[in-house]
């Protein structure tokens, strides 16, 4: 089996006053395996060993509906043959299910979301409540020639609003952010 970008590394890693960060970026290469590394041994590993559910981003609500099958359907073919994922759109945000079998043995169980950037305000917000059981956040190919107005303000609005609930304030929500090498001058990295 080809050997793909493994995140243990960089997850295990703690920002300059040893404390474990909240944004972890990763960059390569064009099929170095980062999206794969990532779903494997963070997204899906988390969910099965403990539960985590995970918000996929995307940046406009039109991608809803056809997001999850690309991010995970790669390592399910390969790992969990007899497991295919299902995104349903409910307008403002998709939920995410792992099915397995066919029928009346049909097991659906519901892993997460997909949650549009450009909504984070409009629509994200308002419902928050709705993803107090979301741990972790991926957003693939953050780099891009096109962001959406005001990007930064909704990732991190769209974070507060996901960081909400649990019987916290604020909770810690991770969020993975991958990318081929593009512009060290976009949007996030000028931000921080």
Not at 159 to 167: F, I, N, Y
Request: charged fraction near 25%; aromatic fraction near 12%.
């Amino acid at each position: 089996m080809t050997r793909f970008y493994s995140p243990k590394y960089l997850m295990a890693m703690k920002d300059r006053n040893g404390n474990k960060p909240e944004i972890f970026v990763t960059m390569g290469n064009r099929t170095s395996g980062k999206t794969f590394g990532i779903v494997n041994e963070i997204l899906i590993e988390e969910y099965i060993n403990k539960g985590r559910k995970v918000g996929i981003l995307t940046r406009i609500k039109d991608d809803l509906g056809m997001v999850a099958d690309g991010i995970f359907k790669p390592v399910l073919d390969l790992k969990y043959p007899d497991t295919v994922v299902e995104e349903i759109s409910r307008g403002k945000y998709s939920d995410i299910y792992f099915v397995k079998g066919t029928g009346e043995d049909k097991e659906r169980a519901h892993v997460g979301y997909v949650l549009p950037i450009n909504r984070a305000k409009s629509n994200i917000k308002p419902i928050s409540g709705l993803f107090s059981d979301c741990d972790i956040l991926f957003r693939d190919e953050f780099q891009t020639d096109a962001y959406v107005p005001n990007e930064i303000e909704q990732f991190k609005s769209l974070h507060t609003s996901v960081a909400r609930g649990g019987g916290k304030a604020v909770r810690y929500v991770p969020v993975i952010m991958a990318s081929n090498f593009l512009d060290v001058l976009n949007p996030y990295f000028s931000a921080w």
